[in-house]
C-alpha cells in the first residue's frame, strides 16, 4: 500500500511540475524556429543565436537566404526599434545602436515591468492584463511571456519573461505585414 501512495504522490507531483510555464534558455548556439507571415506569403524561420560577450548575433536562414544579424551591445541594452531586416542586404549586417532584432532591449524590458508599458519604433506598448486567450505551447508546455498591444495600431507581441534575453516570441496585427511565432527552441 505504501508503494502505491508513494507512485501516486510522485505522478502528481511529476504532472505538477510538468505542467509549469515554460521559459526558453537562450544561450550560446540556441536554435529559435519561427512561423513567418511576410505579406500574405508563409515561411519557416531559423535564428542561432550566437553570444560574443555582449553583443548577439542572430545566424538567420529561410528560403535560401542566410545572413547574419548583429546587435550592438547599446541596443541590447537601450534599444528603442526593432529592425525588420529579412537577411537580404548582406551576409553580415550590423544593426544601428538602437535597433533589435526578434527582441526588445533589457531597458525597455524593465519599463514593461515597472510601468506595464515600453515604447520602440515610436509606439506605446501596453502591458494586456485579461487573460490571455490565445497562450501558445511549445514543446507541450505554456510559453511564460508578456501580452502587449500597441496603443495605436492592433499590434500584438508576446515577450519572453526573461529579463536577460526578452526574445519577442509572437508578433500579431502588424500593419507591415509582418507576423511571427516562435514555434520550437533547440539549444545546442
Known amino acids: 500500500m505504501k508503494k502505491v501512495i508513494i507512485c501516486i504522490l510522485f505522478c502528481a507531483i511529476w504532472h505538477i ?3 509549469q510555464n515554460y521559459i526558453p534558455s537562450i544561450k550560446n548556439n540556441t536554435e529559435l524556429h519561427y512561423v513567418c507571415k511576410l505579406h500574405g506569403q508563409t515561411r519557416a524561420l531559423s535564428l542561432t543565436a550566437k553570444t560574443a560577450g555582449d553583443t548577439i548575433t542572430f545566424k ?57 508599458t515600453f515604447i520602440y519604433n515610436n509606439t506605446t506598448y501596453v502591458l494586456q492584463k485579461t487573460e490571455d486567450k490565445e497562450s501558445f505551447f511549445i514543446d507541450g508546455k505554456q510559453l511564460e511571456a508578456f501580452h502587449v498591444a500597441a496603443q ?29 511565432t516562435l514555434v520550437k527552441t533547440v539549444n545546442n
Open 17 to 19: 511540475g510538468n505542467s
Open 60 to 116: 538567420l536562414e529561410t528560403r535560401g537566404v542566410k545572413s547574419s544579424i548583429v546587435i550592438l551591445p547599446e541596443a541590447l541594452k537601450n534599444g528603442n526599434a526593432l529592425s525588420y531586416n529579412q537577411g537580404e542586404y548582406a551576409p553580415v549586417l550590423n544593426l544601428k545602436p538602437t535597433e533589435t532584432f526578434f527582441m526588445i532591449s533589457r531597458s525597455a524590458y524593465q519599463d514593461l515591468i515597472k510601468n506595464q
Open 152 to 180: 495605436i495600431d492592433q499590434t500584438e507581441m508576446w515577450i519572453v519573461k526573461n529579463p536577460d534575453f526578452p526574445l519577442i516570441c509572437k508578433m500579431n496585427k502588424n500593419p507591415l505585414g509582418i507576423n511571427f
